[in-house]
């Protein structure tokens, strides 16, 4: 009965898996590159090593980027990340904790698009500016940058 039951449970999973992978024509998003980074020990005026994601597009498609991050929140709120493409243009250069490019809501030209077999390369740089304040002595976080990609609504 145990063996009917996950049956039941994880035949529809297998099916949505083997579906997507095996659908011609459906936009896919590769990326290479973006492992998380733990910030720690930092002081006013350092920068951590830059970080680079390569993003290649299977089909036409947009995309959006966030990080995620866990540790010290005053941390995050104080970092200044920088997140620029290979030929220097800046798509978002702010505090860590908001970081985001593209839109929020429905797929619009506000998110980067990327036609059939192009690719972008990201540059992620975090500094902790001069003025940072003794909040964040000592504080630490790990972050990584997570990216949506959907088909482009042309």
Known sequence: VLALI????????TAIAMTRT????VPELRITG???VTVSGMVPGDLAPTQMIELRATGAM???MLVAYAGSQNLAE???MTLTTADGSVMYRGPLA?????GTGWPS???PALADGQMTTVLVSVMLPLDAG??????SLTFSMVADSFQDPR
Do not use: H, I
């Open 6 to 13: 996950l049956v039941v449970v994880l035949l529809p999973a």
């Open 22 to 25: 095996f659908m011609p024509g």
């Open 34 to 36: 973006g492992s998380p």
């Open 62 to 64: 947009r995309y959006r």
């Open 78 to 80: 104080a970092l200044v």
């Open 98 to 102: 908001g970081a985001k490019v593209g």
């Open 109 to 111: 030209g506000a998110d």
């Open 134 to 139: 003794n909040e964040v002595q000592g504080a």
